[in-house]
């Protein structure tokens, strides 16, 4: 089968061939359709979680058909529509897996991390990691899904927010332009914080009912003009701007941060007591979250922006994704 693989830490993605895997105990092997090309996958290249075995095959965007059913797998059959995401299997064994809490243990396994990806033709993956796809979602459009869409999804209906309340989406990339689409069909005035004129077209055509320049507006002054905002949901990976954003929130207000910035938040105890507000991250959400965000996503037409790449394409896809040039979501089909 064709592949693309990371063969050492900090080696560059190749195209490569592999042999078809075979489903062991308990898991399946998929016929990849897409698989969308996360920023997140730049960690596998690195190692920066120290859990990727070389060589790796990337790509924890996946969706497809089973082909093939490996020994004690339940509740799944040959031919369905899945996807697998950030979720790609648990242990059961530790208090969060007992608990369903799976994104945070420690035995959490992910696709292009913990086993090889979906940058493939084939991939085998743990039943329990799998998620139904919708009939109504082309393969591409549901690929992105499965870690960008249920991020942002899974902490916009956990944050507390009430239909009518403000929530502000900072950054309009491949997490924002999802994450404004689902605040604005939950019902919330949807804010979108960016930079530049050009960028509130965009927004507003997404489903803003506000459009906050950074380059000509204060977003802090803005989200106290309306009240200050009950979430601010900061998905653009820079702590600078997060940090300057959390004087915009109201009372009892959440700051959740989804963009991924090494640098620590620089906030004071006096810009959180005084209103009760608070910061917190997000990871991701369980494959159950996966197929909650797909159903939402078919409900009320939200669907992310993509560039499709074949796979012989592939590197050119991670390049365009890691340069920042993507527009929103570069996604790998197979699909000739």
């Not at 601010?232 to 959740?256: F, Q, S, Y």
């Not at 009320?300 to 012989?312: A, L, M, N, W, Y």
Request: charged content about 20%.
């Amino acid at each position: 089968m064709k592949a693309l693989i990371f063969r050492q830490p900090n080696g560059r993605l190749e195209p490569t061939e592999l042999p078809i895997p075979q489903p062991g105990k308990r898991q399946v092997r998929i016929k990849v359709e897409a698989c969308g090309v996360c920023h997140s996958d730049v960690a596998v290249q690195s190692n920066a979680l120290g859990n990727v075995e070389y060589p790796r095959v990337p790509g924890h965007e996946v969706v497809g058909t089973i082909e093939a059913l490996g020994p004690d797998v339940e509740s799944w059959s040959v031919g369905q529509r899945v996807g697998v995401g950030w979720d790609g299997g648990h242990c059961f064994r530790c208090p969060p897996c007992r608990a369903g809490v799976f994104v945070c243990c420690q035995n959490l396994k992910t696709p292009g991390f913990s086993y090889n990806g979906g940058y493939a033709e084939y991939m085998v993956a743990p039943y329990e990691a799998l998620a139904a796809v919708p009939a109504e979602l082309s393969w591409a459009e549901a690929a992105p899904l499965l870690c960008a869409g249920v991020t942002t999804f899974n902490a916009i209906r956990n944050s507390g927010a009430r239909p009518g309340d403000v929530v502000a989406i900072q950054g309009i990339g491949g997490l924002g332009h999802l994450a404004v689409q689902f605040a604005s069909r939950a019902g919330f005035h949807t804010v979108a914080i960016s930079r530049g004129a050009e960028s509130e077209k965009r927004a507003r055509e997404l489903g803003a009912k506000t459009y906050v320049n950074t380059e000509s507006q204060n977003p802090v002054k803005e989200l106290k003009a309306l009240g200050g905002a009950k979430v601010i949901v900061a998905t653009a990976p820079n702590a600078k701007a997060m940090a300057e954003l959390v004087d915009g929130l109201g009372l009892d207000g959440r700051m959740i941060v989804l963009g991924l910035d090494a640098e620590k938040l620089g906030i004071s105890p006096f810009q959180l007591i005084p209103i009760r507000t608070g910061v917190q991250g997000w990871p991701s959400g369980s494959s159950r979250d996966s197929e909650d965000t797909m159903k939402f996503s078919v409900l009320t037409g939200v669907r992310p922006i993509i560039e499709k790449f074949p796979i012989e394409k592939g590197v050119d896809a991670y390049e365009r994704m890691v340069s920042g040039k993507a527009r929103f979501r570069a996604v790998i089909v197979m699909e000739k």
